[in-house]
């Protein structure tokens, strides 16, 4: 990009992103701390602080969140990583990677209403064995899910950001040439497992560092995963903040508040805490990892992890299998394997409001993630341009959003927005969209941006001097696969945003996201099943695009080149008769 | 002498209104004319949201008001909103002009002074047909005084179902119920406060169980809550042992209940809503063998209403709204029980007898309980009691 004042460019685009993060800020922290004028409090003290330290719920929430917000993101990394050093490069990978944009584009709370049906004590999994093999009449009182010690939340929250992890690493892969390491290393005798384990991960981890901190950082906050599948007495600290700013006596708000500023804290301590134990674990295992062994036990790690990871994938995949089904049930009780009786009704009647959901939805979505791709370029060029290995101040500003609890900070942001009079407009939930889009589409096209062979440009531009042109037509055509991951990914996390589309639209534009989950507020699953059908189809639909349009847009650009081309020599002949 | 003067002012004042009264409706309605109302409520059921629907396409007809549903997962995201918009100084435009709320929601609302009003008592269709001395909810919300700053939409009562097919006598009591729990383990619950029928439930045990009942309509600072709820707590511990799930977890809400009855998780669902069963068996969510009932001694009821926030952009066509969902049609259309079955919460003797004969005709859902069947209604004890019984219960059982 011929891009000219860089400093200027950048210092602009931090500015712009800082703003929103800190009116957001400023909107939690001053009721933390007691000030807060439509509720007439304009003294600041500790009260809050003072209460949430001494209510006793804080700490059992406290306890459970770190508990599930810890080892979530370390068995989803582990399974990730087994799952790519067995599979990779192999015929039958393809299949699973197929899966993986399915399972992305899936809202959340759809997948764990799916999943509470599969595992739950009249569930599916149950169903199918009932009564002939288990002797249940009856579903049996045990406690397969919401259990206390929040295991199948964890299994929820590896369930959906496993296939994430999974699919940034195939996307970074290219930036550490994985093949040419894996050739290298079989010819020196050391085993797939190993090579992987020695020498590819440990190349990997920097690269998808933000990643695994996104993760960790949504363990912790996830509220509807938590609300369907997670225990409630008591629940993790997400829920029970969302339940405190919900409450109906509003002086709640102030330890709610004072509660997500522990939160912010928890999540930066555990983020902390990660890194220490990554460079401890490094240590720990150098000598090991050099000491040329062809291959060692601690593959066998990897091994469990693979099957494991399989057996999450295939239950996700069922999941997402279980709500087609719910759409179109009429009557399903226990025992049956599958309905009693059939009908339409329930796709029928999300029907009359299909259009106007489905023109919200993809205005807001598509019109954000232009945005985010046009913006994520700007960044990555001032930065290539910079030749600073340095970070960026947008580096890690445009992640805040992501790492901060939705429910406070956005409080705070809307306050900005009625007061500059955008508040339900649809220019605001584009900005709002684009504050959580921007960073995974920045993510997602920072690699494969960065790692661009910048001299088929300069060749270009030798050849013929428009650099705008060649930018477009040469830089970004050639990076088309990244830039149409970047943008199918931008475009799901746009499609799931329930609480920004609410806050900013004064609820005046109803997306397919917030039907499906006023929908899922009564959690009727024939008409979660639909709902979710339909707020997922667009994301499936842009993903298979997003994978099935590069390999093929040459060959269908020529075409139609050639064919106009084939007209326009006609015209003139026919003209001239 | 001072008082036959007051008194013949405030008589004098009263025939003033009633008599501006008509024009001040007039000019409201010209008012209104051609308004977008935007109404929050709760959109987790379809029937209700079509009920909605049907009353905005009226609406419009008779009176040229456009009426918007915003459709909420939580009452209190609309608190918020007004909420946030006072925080910004936007004391005029508001973005919301009719919420659908009651109790606790209502009382945060009043007290904040986050209302406009008052204006209920002075909606035609309210001076006509409503009577106040009916039941004491209509000017009572949860205790807190209405003072005509929401106006009245339905009536609610709790109500148990169960299926006919796997349980023949019900249990009608607090102690029958725990006998049933304990000779079939698992098969009994309740949702988990502070959902507002999880708390009703502790409501309803409290109202049977506590030797103090008449603390319970009194502030709950003048009781002395651990004597009044001991026996409320020796009742769940046992309770909670035989529950479903070992009392380890408990269902979110009225609709889980029921997905638990249909699948047999359970044996006895609660819910707010009086024609809940026949609804649910309608839309094939229950088998048509499951029937409503009612504890012998009678179980809480309360009424829900419509208020208009302080900042409102329509309140004439607000106005305008509430007044339509007072009419008897409307109510009559609500009562249907394959539209809503929600209770009319005019009074019967007040219409005319063109219409009672109308609301004698409605059908009632297989599964739904006559006014007579339903019995009698417990009040809401004092709003103030709710905290409490909320935080002593999570600190028991939720930790």
Redesign the interface.
């Known amino acids: 990009m011929p891009l000219k004042s860089v400093r200027f460019i950048t210092w602009l685009v931090a500015i712009l992103l800082a703003i929103p993060v800190l009116i957001g800020l400023i909107g939690t922290l001053l009721p933390a701390f007691h000030y807060f004028p439509p509720l007439g409090e304009y003294h600041v003290t500790f009260a809050a602080w003072i209460s949430l330290l001494h209510s006793s719920e804080f700490y059992s929430s406290l306890r459970l969140t770190l508990a599930t917000g810890i080892i979530s993101p370390i068995i989803a990394l582990w399974m990730a990583l087994s799952i790519l050093a067995w599979g990779y490069q192999r015929p039958f990978f393809q299949k699973i990677e197929n899966l993986l944009a399915p399972i992305l584009a899936i809202p959340h709370a759809a997948i764990a209403i799916g999943l509470l049906f599969l595992l739950s004590p009249s569930g599916w999994l149950m169903r199918l064995f009932s009564p002939w093999l288990t002797g249940f009449d009856r579903p049996p009182n045990w406690i397969t899910v919401q259990d206390p010690y929040g295991l199948s939340l964890i299994f929820a929250i590896i369930m959906k950001e496993m296939p994430y992890l999974l699919f940034i690493m195939l996307a970074s892969l290219h930036a550490i040439d994985a093949r040419k390491t894996l050739e290298v290393c079989q010819t020196l005798g050391y085993k797939r497992l190993t090579i992987w384990r020695k020498v590819l991960i440990p190349q990997l981890y920097p690269i998808i560092r933000m990643p695994i901190f996104i993760v960790i950082a949504f363990s912790l906050t996830v509220v509807d995963l938590a609300l369907v599948i997670g225990p409630n007495t008591p629940s993790t600290l997400a829920v029970t903040l969302f339940r405190w700013f919900n409450d109906p006596s509003l002086s709640k708000r102030f330890i709610a508040s004072a509660g997500s500023i522990a939160l912010v804290l928890v999540i930066a301590f555990v983020i902390f805490g990660w890194e220490m134990a990554h460079c401890f674990f490094t240590r720990l295992t150098k000598a090991e990892r050099s000491n040329g062994k062809r291959s060692g036990p601690t593959d066998y790690f990897l091994r469990l992890g693979v099957v494991l990871g399989l057996i999450t994938l295939s239950s996700a995949f069922v999941s997402l299998v279980i709500l087609p089904i719910w759409s179109l049930t009429r009557r399903w009780r226990f025992p049956d394997a599958l309905p009693a009786s059939w009908t339409l009704d329930n796709v029928q009647h999300a029907y009359p409001l299909l259009l106007e959901l489905s023109s919200n939805t993809l205005i807001i979505a598509i019109v954000a993630t232009v945005i985010a791709c046009l913006m994520s370029a700007l960044m990555l060029e001032t930065k290539r341009l910079s030749k600073t290995t340095k970070n960026h101040p947008f580096d890690w500003l445009i992640y805040v959003p992501i790492l901060l609890p939705q429910i406070g900070f956005l409080f705070g942001l809307h306050i900005l927005l009625i007061q500059i009079n955008l508040n339900g407009t649809l220019v605001a939930i584009i900005g709002l969209h684009l504050m959580y889009v921007l960073p995974y589409v920045y993510l997602s096209l920072k690699g494969p941006y960065l790692a661009y062979q910048e001299d088929y440009l300069v060749q270009a531009n030798r050849l013929n001097n428009r650099p705008w042109r060649n930018y477009f037509f040469i830089k970004l055509a050639m990076l088309k696969p990244a830039i149409l991951t970047a943008f199918a990914i931008g475009f799901s996390v746009s499609i799931a945003q329930y609480l920004p589309t609410l806050i900013a639209g004064d609820g005046r534009y109803s997306t397919l996201t917030t039907e499906a989950v006023a929908q899922a507020a009564s959690g009727d699953r024939k008409q979660v099943g639909s709902m979710a059908l339909l707020q997922a189809f667009f994301p499936v639909f842009i993903f298979w695009l997003a994978h099935a349009l590069p390999p093929r847009w040459t060959k269908w650009r020529l075409s139609i080149y050639l064919r106009i081309k084939k007209c326009y020599k006609q015209i003139p002949k026919q003209s001239l008769k | 002498m001072l008082k036959s003067l007051i008194a013949a002012s405030i008589s004098g004042a009263l025939l003033f209104t009633s008599i501006h009264a008509q024009a001040d409706w007039q000019d409201t309605l010209k008012e209104a004319k051609g308004q977008t109302v935007?109404f929050?409520a709760?959109?987790?059921?379809?029937n209700i949201n079509d009920y909605i629907r049907w009353s905005a396409k009226h609406i419009k007809e008779q009176y040229d008001v456009t009426l918007?549903q915003?459709?909420?997962?939580?009452t209190?995201?609309a608190?918020?909103?007004v909420?946030?918009?006072?925080?910004?100084?936007?004391n005029t435009d508001g973005?919301?002009d009719l919420i659908w709320l009651n109790?606790?929601?209502f009382?945060?609302m009043k007290d904040?002074n986050l209302l406009y009003g008052p204006f209920s008592t002075e909606l035609p269709n309210y001076k006509k047909y409503v009577n106040e001395h009916a039941r004491q909810s209509i000017t009572r919300d949860f205790g807190t005084p209405v003072d005509g700053m929401e106006s009245p939409w339905g009536m609610a009562q709790v109500i148990f179902m169960y299926d006919t097919a796997t349980l023949k006598n019900p249990p009608k009591s607090m102690p029958e119920l725990l006998a049933y729990a304990e000779q079939h383990?698992?098969?009994i619950t309740y949702p988990?406060p502070?959902q507002f029928l999880g708390v009703t439930f502790l409501k309803q045990a409290l109202y049977e169980l506590t030797p103090y009942k008449q603390a319970l309509s009194q502030p709950v600072d003048k009781a002395d809550f651990q004597k009044v709820t001991a026996p409320l707590w020796a009742y769940l511990d046992k309770l909670n042992k035989v529950a479903?799930?070992?009392g380890?977890?408990?269902p979110?809400?009225s609709?889980?209940m029921i997905?638990?009855l249909?699948?047999?998780?359970i044996d006895v669902a609660l819910s707010f809503d009086i024609s809940a069963a026949s609804v649910q068996i309608q839309q094939?969510?229950l088998?048509d063998t499951v029937r409503s009932y009612v504890f012998t001694k009678g179980t809480i009821g309360n009424t829900h209403f419509l208020a208009i926030p302080y900042n409102s952009s329509a309140t004439a066509g607000a106005e305008v709204v509430a007044n339509f969902m007072l009419s008897p049609e409307a109510q009559m259309h609500k009562q249907t029980p394959t539209v809503w079955g929600d209770l009319s919460v005019l009074s019967y003797d007040k219409l005319s007898p063109a219409d009672q004969k109308k609301f004698d005709a409605i059908p009632r859902g297989i599964a739904t309980l006559s006014i007579a069947e339903l019995g009698k209604t417990l009040p809401e004890p004092h709003s103030s009691w709710v905290?409490p019984l909320e935080q002593e219960w999570?600190?028991r059982?939720?930790?």
């Open positions: 935007y929050n709760w959109g987790g059921a379809d918007k915003v459709k909420l997962t939580d209190s995201d608190v918020n909103r909420l946030a918009e006072k925080a910004a100084g936007r973005s919301i109790g606790e929601n009382r945060a904040n383990p698992g098969r988990a502070p479903w799930r070992h380890v977890t408990f979110t809400d609709s889980q997905r638990l249909d699948d047999q998780e094939g969510n088998p905290k999570r600190k059982y939720a930790q």
